[in-house]
Protein backbone atom coordinates (compact mmCIF):
# COMPACT_ATOMS: atom_id res chain seq x y z
CA UNK A 1 0.00 0.00 0.00
CA UNK A 2 1.15 3.60 -0.98
CA UNK A 3 0.33 6.63 1.29
CA UNK A 4 1.62 10.13 -0.24
CA UNK A 5 1.59 12.85 2.99
CA UNK A 6 1.67 16.38 1.79
CA UNK A 7 2.70 18.99 4.38
CA UNK A 8 4.33 22.44 4.18
CA UNK A 9 0.93 24.67 3.91
CA UNK A 10 -0.06 27.43 5.99
CA UNK A 11 -1.21 30.77 6.20
CA UNK A 12 1.24 33.75 4.57
CA UNK A 13 1.19 37.03 4.20
CA UNK A 14 1.50 38.27 0.20
CA UNK A 15 5.43 37.83 -1.01
CA UNK A 16 6.16 35.45 1.76
CA UNK A 17 7.45 31.53 0.69
CA UNK A 18 6.63 28.40 1.78
CA UNK A 19 7.94 24.82 1.13
CA UNK A 20 5.69 22.19 0.46
CA UNK A 21 6.47 18.46 0.81
CA UNK A 22 5.17 15.78 -0.46
CA UNK A 23 6.07 12.11 0.96
CA UNK A 24 5.68 8.95 -0.35
CA UNK A 25 6.03 5.72 2.07
CA UNK A 26 5.02 1.88 1.93
CA UNK A 27 5.56 -0.52 -0.34
CA UNK A 28 7.83 1.81 -3.05
CA UNK A 29 9.61 0.27 -5.53
CA UNK A 30 10.02 2.95 -7.23
CA UNK A 31 8.71 6.90 -6.57
CA UNK A 32 8.09 7.76 -10.63
CA UNK A 33 6.55 11.49 -12.27
CA UNK A 34 5.17 13.72 -10.00
CA UNK A 35 2.35 16.57 -10.15
CA UNK A 36 1.51 19.13 -8.28
CA UNK A 37 -1.90 20.19 -8.22
CA UNK A 38 -3.72 22.93 -7.02
CA UNK A 39 -7.57 23.63 -6.73
CA UNK A 40 -9.55 26.97 -5.16
CA UNK A 41 -13.05 27.69 -4.18
CA UNK A 42 -15.12 27.29 -7.12
CA UNK A 43 -12.39 26.64 -9.62
CA UNK A 44 -11.25 23.78 -11.40
CA UNK A 45 -8.25 21.80 -10.02
CA UNK A 46 -5.14 23.24 -12.10
CA UNK A 47 -1.83 21.26 -12.88
CA UNK A 48 1.22 23.81 -11.52
CA UNK A 49 4.36 21.78 -11.96
CA UNK A 50 5.52 18.04 -12.33
CA UNK A 51 8.84 16.40 -12.05
CA UNK A 52 10.06 13.06 -13.60
CA UNK A 53 12.18 10.91 -11.87
CA UNK A 54 15.05 11.82 -13.60
CA UNK A 55 14.08 15.68 -12.56
CA UNK A 56 13.18 16.85 -15.45
CA UNK A 57 10.83 19.64 -14.38
CA UNK A 58 7.82 21.55 -16.06
CA UNK A 59 5.52 24.69 -14.10
CA UNK A 60 2.46 26.40 -15.61
CA UNK A 61 2.90 29.62 -17.14
CA UNK A 62 0.35 30.99 -13.91
CA UNK A 63 3.55 30.04 -11.62
CA UNK A 64 6.67 30.35 -13.47
CA UNK A 65 9.16 32.16 -11.89
CA UNK A 66 7.43 31.76 -8.54
CA UNK A 67 7.54 28.00 -7.83
CA UNK A 68 10.13 25.50 -8.30
CA UNK A 69 9.46 21.66 -8.26
CA UNK A 70 12.54 19.54 -6.46
CA UNK A 71 13.07 15.64 -5.64
CA UNK A 72 15.41 13.69 -3.25
CA UNK A 73 15.26 10.03 -4.55
CA UNK A 74 16.75 8.82 -1.59
CA UNK A 75 13.45 10.02 0.32
CA UNK A 76 11.19 9.65 -2.24
CA UNK A 77 10.07 13.25 -1.58
CA UNK A 78 8.82 15.65 -4.10
CA UNK A 79 8.89 19.47 -3.06
CA UNK A 80 7.10 22.73 -3.95
CA UNK A 81 9.31 25.87 -3.51
CA UNK A 82 6.79 28.83 -3.41
CA UNK A 83 8.11 32.72 -3.12
CA UNK A 84 6.24 35.79 -3.91
CA UNK A 85 3.00 34.19 -3.00
CA UNK A 86 -0.02 36.08 -4.26
CA UNK A 87 -3.70 35.82 -2.70
CA UNK A 88 -4.39 34.39 -5.49
CA UNK A 89 -2.06 30.93 -4.67
CA UNK A 90 -4.65 30.23 -2.49
CA UNK A 91 -5.70 26.27 -2.53
CA UNK A 92 -5.58 23.22 -1.20
CA UNK A 93 -2.39 21.97 -3.20
CA UNK A 94 -2.26 18.31 -4.13
CA UNK A 95 0.29 15.83 -5.21
CA UNK A 96 -0.12 13.26 -7.45
CA UNK A 97 2.59 10.05 -8.42
CA UNK A 98 3.50 7.82 -10.46
CA UNK A 99 4.45 4.83 -8.12
CA UNK A 100 5.92 1.58 -8.77
CA UNK A 101 5.55 -1.17 -6.42
CA UNK A 102 5.48 -4.90 -5.97
CA UNK A 103 2.15 -5.42 -7.09
CA UNK A 104 2.40 -3.27 -10.17
CA UNK A 105 2.15 0.34 -11.21
CA UNK A 106 -0.67 2.57 -10.10
CA UNK A 107 -1.61 6.47 -9.56
CA UNK A 108 -1.92 7.52 -6.00
CA UNK A 109 -3.24 11.43 -4.75
CA UNK A 110 -2.44 12.69 -1.55
CA UNK A 111 -5.05 14.35 1.02
CA UNK A 112 -3.94 18.00 -0.11
CA UNK A 113 -2.60 21.03 2.18
CA UNK A 114 -4.05 24.46 2.62
CA UNK A 115 -2.46 27.59 1.32
CA UNK A 116 -3.78 31.13 2.20
CA UNK A 117 -1.85 33.81 1.31
CA UNK A 118 -3.45 36.72 2.57
CA UNK A 119 -3.14 40.43 1.18
Known amino acids: QVQLVESGGGLVQAGGSLRLSCAASGSIFSLNGVDWYRQAPGKQRELVAT???????RTADSVKGRLTISRDNAKNTVYLQMNSLKPEDTAVYLC?????????????WGQGTQVTVSS
Open 51 to 57: ITRGGST
Open 96 to 108: YADVSTPSGRGNY
